[in-house]
């Protein structure tokens, strides 16, 4: 049936009378209006009391009835023009994406086909004693005289032997643990021009591995070889770090200013996508650069890891490396860009009602535009992205300023922010860039007094 109803026969419902007073209603097109009033109908049908009670699959109900998209879409604009802050246009956004993808598959198919692995092979592919060894790790079983390793470690060993067995395939080896396929990883490895460092770790994992497993000691004797070999070139290599610490200032402080600026263009983005991205960058740079937990740590989750306590941000999680109940209390100057990540764009008017939500549901801190958690990697590809180097050099950052700064209290500042407990890892991240951090520092108060600020050079 046609609606033919004109703006001021809608608007007179009192539905409307909490917006009659508005200046974006005359401005929605009469069609919009009358899909926008039997939208309002709808809710009031469904008894939509509060914020919490518009979902995606809300919308997708109202819309049923449609296979196209369109409908949906001027909704949410109509919805846009007349509320624009309204936490319901999260979700209604959400439900025209959901509803566009689904539409474009049902066009046009897609063909199925298993994801190429191109640098290792599945899981499945290795040898049954292997998996079964793997398992044997995780399920924390001593073997051979060999302890398990962390949670976090299993998985990088899992990894290497992913990759290893993908290696001694492209060399027509079989998958085993033999003299053979440890030269063919190794050549390849080096060949991907990989740095001394992670060559060493590399070979590290796979070494734990074979002697859990009990491999043969000629194997072991290579792999120990590879291990020293690239212990002694990465401490000769040159270390790009100081390079990229340049980057940052050398500061805590100085990072956070730049998430501040990503954060005050978000919202001039042209896109949601690009809007939540910038969100996303700005939380992930302030936050880990005055907490630099470890990547594996870093997915935290409201009302698990992330608490609301005495009107403040606390995170209280174990840590993956040994897992020590770690707790947080996120300063309050940090805490708008964790509120920037629950609003989404929507009015601050909400933030208390949306922050209940996100904890209630158990919520990820960072989500991707379709409300969906980030990958794994995500905090140290945003700091890559903008330093140059992944999220860990933050540890040398703190460490590094507050020693400079505090000297021997700013370390143990620095060991707890960081979640350290042992001297000799705090040296390790102060180490030559704590002795340059201070001499810039001294350089820049000479300058002060001298008054010429080209006197002194960063050498």
């Known amino acids: 049936m046609r609606d033919h109803r004109t703006s001021a026969q809608i608007l007179k419902h009192q539905r409307w009378d909490a917006l009659l007073g ?21 809710l009031e049908r469904m008894q939509v009391s509060n914020i919490q009670d518009f979902t995606v699959d809300l919308f997708l109900q109202f819309d049923a009835k449609n296979k196209n998209p369109q409908r949906l879409r001027y909704l949410t604009q109509a919805l846009r023009e007349v509320s624009p802050g309204h936490p319901s246009l999260l979700a209604a956004t959400d439900a025209l994406r959901s509803k566009e993808s689904a539409y474009e598959k049902a066009r046009r198919p897609a063909i199925g086909r298993t994801r190429r692995l191109k640098k290792s092979v599945a899981l499945t592919a290795l040898p049954r004693t292997w998996q079964q060894a793997l398992s044997d790790m995780a399920a924390g079983f001593d073997r051979n005289a060999e302890l398990p390793p962390t949670a976090a470690m299993h998985s990088t060993i899992t990894m290497k032997m992913r990759q290893l067995g993908f290696e001694a395939v492209t060399a027509d080896l079989s998958i085993e643990l033999s003299e053979e396929t440890v030269r063919a990883y190794a050549r390849a490895l080096i060949k ?24 043969n000691e000629a194997v072991i004797e290579l792999l120990l070889e590879l291990c020293r070999t690239y212990e002694r070139k990465a401490k000769n290599s040159p270390k790009t770090k100081y390079a990229k610490l340049q980057n940052t200032g050398y500061s805590p402080i100085a990072i956070v200013q730049r998430a501040q600026e990503i954060l005050d263009r978000a919202e001039n983005k042209q896109s949601f996508k690009d809007q939540n991205a910038a969100r996303n960058k700005a939380a992930a740079l302030a936050l880990f650069s005055v907490l630099p937990i470890r990547l594996a740590d870093t997915r935290l989750i409201f009302g698990k890891t992330l608490l609301w306590e005495e009107d403040r941000y606390v995170i209280r999680t ?5 897992g020590n109940l770690w707790t947080a209390d996120v300063d309050a100057r940090l805490a708008k860009f964790i509120d920037a ?30 409300g969906k958690n980030v990958g ?9 992205s903008e330093f140059g180097t992944g999220e860990h050099i933050a540890r040398t950052i703190l460490h590094t300023f507050l020693g400079s700064e505090l000297g021997v209290a700013g370390t143990d500042m620095a060991m707890a922010a960081c979640g350290q407990n042992s001297f000799k890892t705090a040296a390790a991240y102060q180490d030559e860039t704590l002795h340059k951090a201070q001499r810039v520092k001294a350089q820049n108060e000479l300058e002060q007094i001298a008054g010429a600020t080209d006197l002194f050079e960063f050498k």
Do not use: H
Request: proline share 2%; with cysteine; glycine share 2%.
């Open 22 to 42: 508005t200046a974006a209603i005359r401005n929605v097109r009469i069609d919009k209006l009358r899909l926008l009033d039997r939208f309002f109908e709808y």
């Open 341 to 370: 990540l629950i609003l989404r764009g929507t009015d601050a008017i909400w933030l208390d009602t949306m922050r209940t939500s996100c904890i209630n549901q158990y919520r990820p801190l960072f989500i991707t535009v379709r």
């Open 318 to 322: 174990r840590l993956s490396k040994n």
């Open 192 to 215: 991907r021009d990989v740095k001394p460092a992670t060559l060493r770790a590399s070979f590290s994992a796979v070494l734990k591995f074979a002697r859990y497993i009990g491999a």
């Open 376 to 384: 794994y990697n995500y905090v140290s590809d945003a700091w890559r």
